[in-house]
């Protein structure tokens, strides 16, 4: 097992494991580690990718120098390895929205958690990381992104996963791959606001979109998470 590692904005590098037998095209695993003065890690990944992971970010820094441990929901694939990494990295803390926090973080986590309120910022020294509740969006009810200011990128986890093995980063469409992996899986939750909640986060104009799954994305955010609700107010919103 290989982990990569590519920077798609300053100081933001995504870490990706492919997985070859998930889908018809293979599954990407992505972590995002923001390098300041104090470090942040977006997914832990899976338990058993923590050496590969670990290896990967040992190519930049000494992985004890993490000090925030974060994910986007509580799922084997963004937390699994959590554990793990608070271990490695002795001053490390898991940073995660205050109903996350209470529902399952408290009593997951070796270390006791920060819990963080909807738009609370962590200033890690020259980035700053805005925490934004999105629940059940795209899934789990204490689903929440990460907003980095200084570089515009929305750490936006499941949102525009697609499968394949692509680049590190892209500039094309990333909506009509990720209906298709929609079409495939069904992960979402489909609400009445779904499609609200993709458009309040494409109020941010953020140009960078890192994705848990597939290709970052370089360009306009805003237009791609507009895009994304009118793809799935369409085909799964829409009452008949």
């Known amino acids: 097992m290989t982990t990569n590692l590519d920077e798609i904005a300053a100081g933001v590098y995504r870490l990706s494991t492919v997985v070859p ?16 003065e ?16 670990r290896d990967a970010i040992e190519r930049l820094m000494p992985v004890e120098r993490l000090r925030w441990i974060t994910f986007g929901h509580v799922e084997s694939d963004e937390c699994g390895a959590m554990n793990e990494f608070l271990t490695a990295a002795p001053e490390a803390q898991v940073a995660h929205g205050a109903l996350g926090c209470l529902v399952s973080l408290n009593e ?4 006791p958690p920060r819990p963080l ?25 204490e689903a929440r992104v990460l907003y980095e200011e200084t570089t515009g990128t929305l750490l936006c986890g499941d949102l525009f996963t697609h499968l394949g093995d692509g ?29 609200t909640v993709m458009r309040r986060l ?30 799935y107010e369409s085909q799964y919103l829409t009452p008949s």
Do not use: C, Y
């Not at 037998?21 to 300041?36: A, E, H, K, V």
């Not at 590190?168 to 606001?193: H, K, T, Y």
């Not at 360009?219 to 609700?229: P, Q």
């Open 21 to 36: 037998d998930i889908g018809p095209s293979g599954f990407t695993f992505n972590q995002f580690l923001l390098d300041d």
């Open 38 to 53: 104090e470090p942040l890690l977006f997914h832990t990944g899976h338990r058993s990718m923590f050496p590969s992971i």
């Open 108 to 111: 997951m986590a070796d270390r």
């Open 117 to 141: 309120g909807d738009g609370e910022v962590i200033d890690l020294g020259t980035k700053r990381v805005r925490h934004i509740d999105t629940p059940h969006v795209p899934h789990g009810w």
């Open 167 to 195: 680049p590190a980063l892209a500039s094309g469409d990333i909506v009509g791959p990720a209906m298709e992996a929609e079409a495939l899986f069904r992960s979402s939750s489909l609400a009445p606001d779904t499609a």
């Open 202 to 231: 494409g109020e941010l104009a953020p140009t960078t979109l890192a994705l848990m799954h597939g290709s970052s994305f370089s360009g306009d955010g805003a237009a791609a998470l507009n895009d994304l609700a009118a793809a």
